[in-house]
């Protein structure tokens, strides 16, 4: 006797063999994590004073993980006493998350933590 649905009122339970139980319960697990979606994280990594041609080379890298479906892990990276410049990582990152509008959107703002200011940007659905 297995019980199928402990939660029921009152529990619902079937006379089965308990090993073929076992093995549709497996069966259908493994049906079900097939169908999950592996989430994919992409780093992109900046100082606190990029250059206008690096930071565009880095945006298009930005673009393109975007596109294939991956999240996009932007942070500024602060050496040293480079931690004196918080607030031009931060208006670097906000200014990736504006050219990026199109291809995704903003999970999580710029936020500071240890010598890294991190910004999390996940894709746009695709119609």
């Known amino acids: 006797m297995v019980e199928i649905s ?7 339970c079937k006379v089965i063999d308990y090993k073929k ?21 992409k780093e992109i990594r ?25 999240k996009l892990k932007a942070f500024v990276f602060f050496k040293g006493r480079s931690i ?7 208006i670097l990152l906000l200014r990736l998350a504006q050219d990026l ?8 703002m710029p936020k500071l933590e240890g010598k890294r200011m991190i910004m999390l940007i996940a894709p746009k659905k695709k119609k």
């Open 21 to 41: 139980f076992l093995y549709e319960q497996k069966k259908r697990e493994k049906a079900l994590k097939s169908k999950t979606s592996k989430v994919v994280v």
């Open 6 to 12: 402990p939660n029921a009122k009152p529990p619902v």
């Open 101 to 108: 509008e199109e291809y995704g959107t903003v999970e999580q």
């Open 46 to 70: 900046f100082g606190p004073n990029t250059d206008d041609h690096d930071y565009e080379f880095k945006r298009k890298h930005a673009v393109k993980f975007l596109e294939s479906g991956a």
């Open 84 to 90: 004196i410049y918080k607030d031009q990582g931060e």
